[in-house]
């Protein structure tokens, strides 16, 4: 049995049991009708918008297209690249790792400071990161993906 299939066959008694329980409670029409418009609004609206976003990107030169895909490629590095590299190291939501770089670090250092670089990225090691560290690191992923763009251009340029 695929696990999909498996999964559906074991939650089916409590989405019943779930549905049993909302039927049981009356909920006017009009509010229903209403819910229902606003879903339908929602689903029109983001077709609507996927639409003008294919059209826009169609219509954009090649070099502009190159450019955004390397501009969108470094703002995704930059956030899943910090996060992979803290748990590489050693900083982990279990605390250090017994054996990393970041264990022999804490092991030199001994006792650590609360307030120092080494705290900080335990904590982010732990916890995960600050959202504006997260931003930061965004727009320097996306900067950076702009440099490597114009970088290749030329590089291509010459050739």
Known sequence: MKLPVAAGVALAPHAENAFNTIKSVHIPQEHLDAAAAFANNAAVGAGKAA??????????????????????????????????????????????????????????????????????????GAVGLAPGVCAAFAGLGGATGLFLEDLTKKRDNKL
């Open 51 to 124: 639409g003008d976003l294919q059209q826009t990107y169609n219509a954009m030169d090649p070099d502009a297209k190159r450019k955004m895909a390397f501009i969108v490629g470094g703002v995704a590095v930059g956030l899943v690249a910090p996060p992979l590299i803290l748990n590489a190291v050693g900083f982990t939501k279990g605390g250090v790792a017994a054996g990393s770089a970041a264990a022999g670090i804490h092991a030199g250092i001994g006792s650590v400071g609360a307030g120092s670089v080494f705290a900080g990225l335990q904590s982010a």
